[in-house]
């Protein structure tokens, strides 16, 4: 089936402008995740859904970091005015309560460039 | 959140058993400990888990001892498409993960 999917794969914004990050998440996962990876680093966690509802906001940096989840499904990570240090793969994840038992399942990332 | 060591890397020769061990001393009860690899500019791979027994799948197997408090990832047959970095977590539904450093795994022809 349909693996986790993002969008876009790759964004270069200027400094200062606002962008928004997709993540559509495998069909049926209550749970979807935000991470990102800046280069050369581990993964750090932004946020948590857990149906539309963010239980776990803990890992947004600042404010200018907001994500939503419509419908139980996509999710949409928005940056307000960016800054180069933003730069970094954002990744999304979800995982489903199930017989699966919690493991999470990755997109393939969007690499975003802030000039 | 528990916390992981593993060896920072290590070397396979190609075609032999890669044992990749981790250390999770703290982990809760309720906690499986879950294992994921990451190829360069990929995503996180899901690769097993396991909360007291021993598991296996037709990636790797997983050994965790009685105590719960370290594993072993067992890639029985290594290939060069193996070499990435390995992660262990313990974890659970609706948590983060917290990926630490992992180990640098690299499968030499």
């Known amino acids: 089936g349909a693996g986790v999917s993002q969008s876009p794969s790759n964004k270069v914004t200027e400094k200062g402008k606002d962008v928004e990050l997709r993540c559509d998440p495998i069909?049926?996962?209550?749970?979807l995740y935000w991470y990102r990876q800046s280069l050369g680093q581990g993964l750090e966690f932004l946020i948590y859904?857990?149906?539309?509802?963010?239980?776990?906001k803990s890992g947004l940096p600042s404010d200018r970091f907001s994500a939503e989840r419509t419908g139980g499904s996509v999710s949409t990570l928005t940056i307000q005015r960016t800054q180069q240090e933003d730069s970094a793969v954002y990744l999304c994840?979800?995982?489903?309560?199930?017989?699966?038992?919690?493991?999470?399942?990755f997109g393939p990332g969007t690499r975003l460039t802030v000039t | 959140d528990a916390k992981t060591t593993q060896p920072p890397s290590m070397d396979c020769a190609e075609g032999r058993a890669a044992n990749l061990p981790c250390n999770h001393s703290t982990i809760s009860g309720n906690e499986y400990v879950y294992w994921y690899r990451q190829i360069h500019s990929q995503g996180p791979q899901y690769i097993i888990h396991g909360l007291k027994n021993n598991e296996t799948n037709e990636m790797a197997s997983l050994i965790i001892t009685e105590d719960r408090k370290s594993s072993t990832l067992i890639l029985p047959h290594a290939t060069l498409r193996d070499t990435a970095v390995y992660y262990c977590?313990?974890?659970?539904?609706?948590?983060?993960?917290?990926f630490g450093p992992g180990t640098r795994l690299s499968v030499l022809p």
């Open positions: 859904f857990q149906g539309n509802s963010a239980p776990d």
């Open positions: 994840a979800s995982s489903s309560r199930g017989a699966g038992l919690g493991e999470q399942y």
């Open positions: 069909s049926g996962h209550t749970a």
């Open positions: 977590i313990p974890g659970n539904y609706g948590q983060n993960f917290v």
